[in-house]
């Protein structure tokens, strides 16, 4: 069965610094992955995904992730953070098929001015 | 295009009264999903259903509630008799399957408060 951790539930940053959420999954074959993101009182909105070729994704936001099979990560990372980016962030993998996502717990991202 | 559509959007309701909640996926999409999030237990997969067929409903929490979807655009979920315990919120999401990875999309959500 996939499984998906998000190891930080809280992550701080100040405005305008660089950001790396981690999300370690399980799965034994290739996976697909995902990053949603979800402002307060929002639903969860699709970043971007990852199934095959390029491991460097481009999202929306300015937003990018990268996969390391070897380190079973996709971690989501952004260069300069604003303010409007505090919210819930959620990792999710999936096979493909009949395999529908799993998601992680969320990690809560919280920018100081 | 349009998103998913849920409503109510807000929901206060008594203890012991039937709650509908309602979805309109996305046009053309096959599998529709209705998840749970509370602060205790995260985002909860409740029932997913493909071409209108329930395909999974080990998620429904009890026999107090039930999911339909009686076509391609449209579902419900009920809760009757509702308890403070189901205060959540309540997410429909629809995907269009296999081709799209089951890149699933989600609706803004029916905030629910049983009091």
């Known amino acids: 069965a996939q499984s998906v951790t998000q190891p930080d539930i809280h992550i701080t940053v100040s405005e305008g610094a660089s950001l790396e959420l981690r999300c370690n999954y399980s799965y034994g074959a290739t996976p697909y992955l995902f990053w949603y993101v979800q402002s307060p009182g929002q639903g969860l909105q699709l970043l971007l995904k990852?199934?095959?070729?390029?491991?460097l994704v481009q999202g929306i936001k300015g937003f990018e992730a990268e996969f390391k099979r070897s380190q079973s990560s996709f971690n989501l990372r952004k260069p300069s953070v604003h303010w409007s980016d505090a919210a819930e962030y959620f990792c999710a993998v999936g096979g493909g098929g009949s395999y529908i996502p799993t998601f992680g717990r969320g990690t809560s991202l919280i920018v100081h001015p | 295009d349009a998103g998913v559509i849920q409503s109510p959007r807000h929901e206060v309701t008594e203890m012991g009264q039937e709650v509908t909640l309602r979805c309109k996926p996305i046009s053309g999409h096959n599998s529709l999903f209705w998840y749970r999030q509370t602060m205790m237990r995260g985002l909860e997969l409740l029932i997913y259903?493909?071409?209108?067929?329930?395909?999974?409903d080990s998620g429904m929490p009890e026999d107090r509630f039930s999911a339909k979807m009686p076509n391609a655009s449209f579902s419900t979920l009920k809760i009757q008799p509702s308890e403070p315990r189901d205060s959540a919120v309540y997410f429909c999401?629809?995907?269009?399957?296999?081709?799209?990875?089951?890149?699933?999309?989600f609706g803004e959500g029916s905030w629910l408060t049983v009091v």
């Open positions: 259903f493909n071409n209108n067929v329930p395909i999974d």
């Open positions: 990852y199934f095959s070729g390029d491991t």
């Open positions: 999401a629809s995907s269009p399957g296999v081709s799209s990875g089951n890149t699933i999309y």
